[in-house]
Nanobody
Framework: QVQLQESGPGLVKPSQTLSLSCTVS??????????WTWIRQPPGKELEWMGA???????YYSPSLKSRISISRDTSKNHFTLRLSSVDLEDTAVYYC?????????????RGQGTQVTVSS
């Protein structure tokens, strides 16, 4: 059973960089054919696919976030990290990490419980 757990600050100031980690247990992020994915859900809105890092290490980003987003991984710790720069109020959302065999969708087989991130001064 694969488990994912998000961690990071719940409050970020505007213009700062948001950094969240996803620790994975029950499976390696460097094996298989999976997209280790970040998605988010702003209040009152639908899930938004943000980006992913493939088991091979290749990264993929939403065009709408491409100038601000970075996803990396540490295979020795079996976790992957989201960095989103220059945040503003619209980045307030529940952020989830997930595992998927698909790229660019919100279709996943395992997902973390989510972490609330609020952007506020």
């Amino acid at each position: 059973q694969v488990q994912l757990q998000e961690s990071g600050p719940g409050l970020v100031k505007p213009s700062q960089t948001l950094s969240l980690s996803c620790t994975v247990s029950g499976g390696s992020i460097a094996t298989g054919y999976y997209y280790w994915t970040w998605i988010r859900q702003p209040p009152g809105k639908e899930l938004e696919w943000m980006g992913a890092i493939h088991s091979s290490g290749s990264t993929y980003y939403s065009p709408s976030l491409k100038s601000r987003i970075s996803i990396s991984r540490d295979t020795s710790k079996n976790h992957f990290t989201l960095r989103l720069s220059s945040v503003d109020l619209e980045d307030t959302a529940v952020y989830y990490c997930a595992r998927s065999i698909y790229l660019g969708t919100n279709d996943y087989d395992y997902r973390g419980q989510g972490t609330q991130v609020t952007v506020s001064s």
